[in-house]
């Protein structure tokens, strides 16, 4: 199903969504009943089914309770349980995570794996192209590639321009008058080479937000800021149910706000950003500084969890910076829902109680209790997911949903 996207290409791959939707929401359908459903030419109909049956989309069937002597049963399309849709994958810093959804837009499978931070793009991708093989496989009910529309792909750092596939859309005018062509980011290039379809990209921790605002804490809400505590500090906002990426794709670079103006110097050569306060290694290295000891964040938690009051001093105070932020954060863009992913969010409590209390106190009070700050719940897999998501959302027929709404994200958090 990997057509060139000119507007008659778009207009067929909104016809072939049409008919994959009907059959996601009805199930087992003829010929005759799609007809009338879809609204399409007999022509258009029939051209389509052949398509999508000999990509492995669709399959057909005979009718087991036809009635005998009546004619011929009637033959029933149906969508194929193991053709792959659309395939995320998260090149974050140190490590790389894979997940695939189904046609019934079911999540069939994830998978992660670390590796060094300096990795070149070329085993980077030979590493997901693995990852992938590890989800489809050889077996029964391996999920298969046939039906593949496009892979949504996120990474580090900030994403510039046309989040779409480069090769299809080079020359975009960007309503300012000046039209570029758009640079393809060099993992694009390679995936595209190896799986053949679409490769939209954008910053991975902006697709963590979509995956929270779509499949986790904040599942079905349409104005969401996301923020992640991590190495580094970053973050996306959820807008109207549309990913906001901003003029520059800048946006949600919460880590970079001023909290302190006479802090530390900040590596992005600022003064006093939130991260010179709240990433991990701000975290740590003030906590060794009062005497504390930890190596890492799980060191931190078990600290917390045994009552170390400097950790919950020093805690108590991040929290408190990071909640005076977000309530300038809320007073501009409204959220209705506050999510904190990231290692330090597992530091539960300690940090998540002087956040609270310090958005109350600093948010408009009208505003007060109509934000609700949640912890995220998809892990590390978020970003893969939110890859999910850009696709189905970049794809005609759901472009215009505000959250996808059959993703059956409990049978991945519970395998
Ligand atoms: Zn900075």
Known sequence: MSHPRGPLSQLRRGHEELVLGLLRKHGPLSRGELGKHCGLSRTTLYDILADLVSSGAVVTATAQEAPRGRGRPAETLTLNPDAGQAIGIDFARRGLHVAAVNLAHEIVGSASEPHAADLPWEQRVALAERLVGSLTGTGSGALRLGALSAIGVG?????????????EEAGVDRGDGDVREAVPHPVQTLLRERFGVPVLIDNNTRLAALGEAIWGAAAGGRDVLYLRLSHGVGGGLVVGGSLHRGAYGLSGEFGHITVEPDGARCDCGGTGCLETVASIRAVLDAYRAAGGRAGDVRELVKAV?????????????VGTRIGEM?????????PSVIVIGGELAETGDALAEPIERALRDHVMPVSRHRVSLRRATLGEVAGALGGIALVLHESPLLSRYPAGPDLAIEDLMNP
């Open 326 to 334: 977000l309530a300038a954060l809320c007073n501009a863009i409204g």
């Open 155 to 167: 990474v580090v750092g900030p994403v510039n321009g046309p989040a779409g596939d480069p090769a």
């Open 305 to 317: 969890e045994a009552g170390d009051a400097s950790a919950l001093t020093l805690l108590d105070g």
